[in-house]
């Protein structure tokens, strides 16, 4: 019941987005060369990129769906699912690989039910994977939002989580 | 001029030609796979490498334009292992399940494999890989396992189409080309017109078949099987028989689907001279009295889905007669079938046409005039050409019969519905009469027909002078609608009384269920065909067909009389331009 209510906000809150939404495209009207930009503004706005707001540009800017849908896919930076409040990065470059940042990441997503490129149901965290994060001396490593944890133990993983809400 | 030599060949070409036209005259082959020749060469492929005598790197030939003094070769050891492993990556990633693909002895891959010489796969795709068929549209399969990326649909639907329900998503190795939100085509803005399919070079893309349902009803004692041909179908179907393009084979194709066991052959073009009684009629009397202009043309569904979803502000400019094959559905399963004692849900009405939009329009909810699905299938001419085949029938070797009464007589105005231009010269041959009720003493209205994209005429009828445009391919016809809809906004109208609009380039004879292999040079040869045959027919008015003024008189009363409305009008709707899905306002 309880996460049915918080969603039903964000979905709320989501909506009261357009108008701004709006007013920030508005430079970029019948400009399909701009389509960019203007997926930058509503991923910064939203967190990423609601299949509304995707529909909103293609009308302003006209540009055809298919091709924002091809952008938006081609260019690892969009995302079409929400971000959580918190973003967890686990990083697979070769030094945390060959230290078990393979089993870090697995936990990750077994405690959080939830896969790589993917949000918690209560938007509290999302997971994603990034290619060495220049900490390898203390590999396998993992980012919570701007902090770094190294050393990172499978068993751990839950303590480190517990801090963020 | 341009001097080059190819592979030691001297030869002069003019500036602006490619290695590919340049290697062609000097009579070298150079092999294609992405490349066609009515699409921008992309080069996305690389199969048509080549080496050119102080240059770095291997040149793409077909989007390479020579250089006066270019020594060029086709044929060293490293353009032919460049090709072999480009080549063989692209297998790799491809199913290879050829006998039973539908491409099969039709695909260019195949042929490009036999004439490169491939005889190993070195690579092997990872069986986890397979995609999901998409099987969510009425006209169009697409099955992603099979695509070779080579993006000639992609170029065809945004270029050529406007329609942009097709691109690439995703990247590297996952790259598919698909929908807007790969929710499949039948949920996009396709709006069915087959271009696609005609330009996958294998067998990525391709109508929804009906085969089976049709041999089904065939071969069920209880069912009265009915078939109609498009126009265009007689100048088309004799290429699947290995005849020139352009033999005209009417006669022919009504004695195959006669041998193939279909009760009763009759032949859409009696339904087309209908339709110009019926839109002809409304053409006139919108001019008289002051009614919506223009009038525009109705026929073509693909062209119908476009005008919902991109310029729903015209739907109450298009014409309310309905298509030729619609019209003749409602009526098979109600004139016919009264005229025959025949109870409607007994009859089976089957079509043959050579657009896969057809397939969307049979199965449209408000397609029931007769209180049952007016056309129950439809089957492309590549289609009915295999069935042909699977019923061991020669078409070369057919003899020449007519169609059946009372739906299979014709005249040469009907006929040249198939080639972009002959709609609307068939509504002005009667058009003319039913203003003056004099005859128009040169039915040949050469102005509207060819291949130009726009092509606009000016008629005069007794002092009122009818101007009219004609667009084929829907990014030309988005050039007039556009012009158009301005007029309308600036100046509270149109300098147009009506405008006739083909979803495929070349009008039905360029249409999405065409023979594969087609080019420009293929329509145009088929539309010159049904001019000839025009030509050659007793009556070339519609309003001279003895059959049409038969079902008047003994059926519908007059043009647009109220059960004429009621079986062969229609109605339009509004789309989303996001996933094509009708929008109730």
Redesign the interface.
């Known amino acids: 019941m309880d996460s049915e209510h918080q969603c039903q906000c964000a979905q709320q809150n989501e909506e009261e987005l357009y108008p701004k939404l709006e007013e920030m495209i508005e430079q970029h009207k019948g400009r399909p060369t701009e389509l960019i930009m203007a997926l930058h503004k509503a991923q910064n706005l939203f967190g990423y990129l609601p299949?509304k707001a995707q529909?909103i540009i293609?009308?302003r800017l006209n540009v055809?769906?298919?091709?924002?849908?091809?952008v938006i896919?081609?260019y690892s930076f969009f995302s079409t699912v929400p971000k959580g409040r918190h973003s967890i990065k686990v990083c697979l470059g070769t030094a945390c690989y060959v230290r078990g940042g393979q089993q870090t990441l697995e936990r990750v997503e077994k405690e959080l039910n939830t896969k790589v490129g993917g949000t918690t149901e209560d938007r509290r965290f999302s997971v994603d994977v990034v290619r060495c994060i220049g900490a390898c001396g203390l590999a396998p490593a993992m980012l919570v939002d701007n902090d770094v944890y190294g050393r990172v133990k499978s068993t751990k993983i839950m303590d480190i989580l517990k801090k963020y809400e | 001029m341009i001097k080059v030599t190819i592979n030691n060949i001297n030869v002069e070409v003019k500036e602006g030609t490619t290695i590919l036209e340049a290697a062609k005259k000097a009579g070298f082959a150079i092999p294609t796979l992405c490349y066609h020749p009515d699409l921008k060469p992309k080069g996305s492929c690389g199969i048509c490498v080549v080496e050119v005598e102080g240059m770095p790197a291997l040149k793409r030939a077909c989007m390479t334009e020579v250089v006066n003094g270019w020594n060029i070769h086709t044929n060293t050891p490293l353009v032919r292992t460049t090709r072999k492993t480009i080549l063989e990556l692209i297998l790799a990633d491809h199913d290879m399940d050829c006998p039973t693909c539908i491409k099969n002895n039709r695909c260019e891959l195949q042929n490009l494999a036999a004439t490169i010489g491939i005889s190993d796969i070195k690579y092997r795709k990872d069986p986890q890989t397979k995609k999901d068929i998409d099987n969510t549209s009425l006209s169009i399969v697409r099955d992603p396992n099979k695509c070779i990326l080579c993006e000639r649909c992609i170029q065809v639907c945004e270029e050529i189409q406007t329609v942009n329900a097709l691109a690439l998503s995703k990247r590297g190795s996952e790259t598919v080309i698909t929908d807007a939100f790969d929710t499949g085509l039948g949920n996009s803005v396709c709006v069915n017109c087959g271009q696609c399919t005609v330009f996958c070079p294998v067998g990525a893309l391709y109508e929804k078949s009906d085969i089976d349902k049709v041999w089904e009803a065939i071969n069920d004692p209880e069912k009265h099987v009915v078939v109609q041909e498009a126009p265009a179908i007689r100048a088309m179907l004799g290429e699947e028989f290995g005849m020139e393009p352009g033999t005209l084979v009417a006669g022919k194709m009504h004695a195959a689907l006669r041998r193939m066991g279909f009760d009763a052959v009759f032949d859409t073009n009696f339904t087309a001279d209908l339709t110009i009684l019926e839109e002809g009629t409304e053409i006139v009397g919108r001019i008289t009295g002051g009614g919506k202009l223009p009038v525009i043309t109705s026929c073509s569904p693909g062209w119908i889905k476009f005008m919902e979803t991109f310029y729903p502000h015209l739907s109450e400019y298009v014409s309310t007669a309905k298509s030729p094959q619609q019209m003749f559905g409602a009526l098979s399963k109600t004139y016919y079938a009264e005229m025959k004692g025949i109870p409607p849900e007994k009859i089976v009405s089957v079509s043959i046409m050579p657009c896969t939009a057809k397939k969307f329009e049979c199965k449209r909810p408000e397609m029931r005039d007769s209180n049952y699905q007016d056309v129950d299938y439809v089957l492309t001419t590549r289609e009915i050409a295999r069935m042909m085949r699977q019923a061991g029938i020669d078409l070369k070797e057919m003899p020449d019969e007519p169609a059946d009464d009372p739906m299979g007589e014709y005249t040469g105005a009907a006929t040249i519905f198939g080639a972009t231009g002959g709609v609307m010269e068939a509504a002005l041959r009667s058009a003319y009469f039913l203003v003056t009720g004099r005859e128009l003493d040169d039915v040949d209205i050469v102005a509207v027909r060819g291949m130009d994209g726009v092509k606009e005429a000016e008629i005069d009828v007794d002092g009122l002078k009818l101007k009219v445009a004609v667009a084929h391919g829907l990014g030309n016809a988005r050039k007039i609608l556009d012009k158009v809809t301005e007029q309308l906004k600036n100046e509270g109208k149109s300098e147009y009384h009506a405008i006739e609009i083909m979803a495929c380039p070349g009008g039905c004879v360029g249409g999405g269920g065409q023979p594969w292999g087609s080019d420009m040079a293929r329509r145009t040869r088929r539309g010159e065909t049904l001019y000839k045959e025009d030509k050659s027919l007793p009556y070339r008015r519609s309003h001279e067909n003895p059959s049409i003024k038969l079902i008047y008189e003994k059926y519908l009363g007059k043009p647009n009389s109220e059960k004429a409305h009621h079986l062969l009008h229609t109605h339009y709707y509004k789309r989303s331009k996001i996933d094509g899905k009708v929008i109730n306002d």
């Open positions: 299949k529909e293609s009308e055809p769906i298919s091709t924002i849908c091809g896919t081609f």
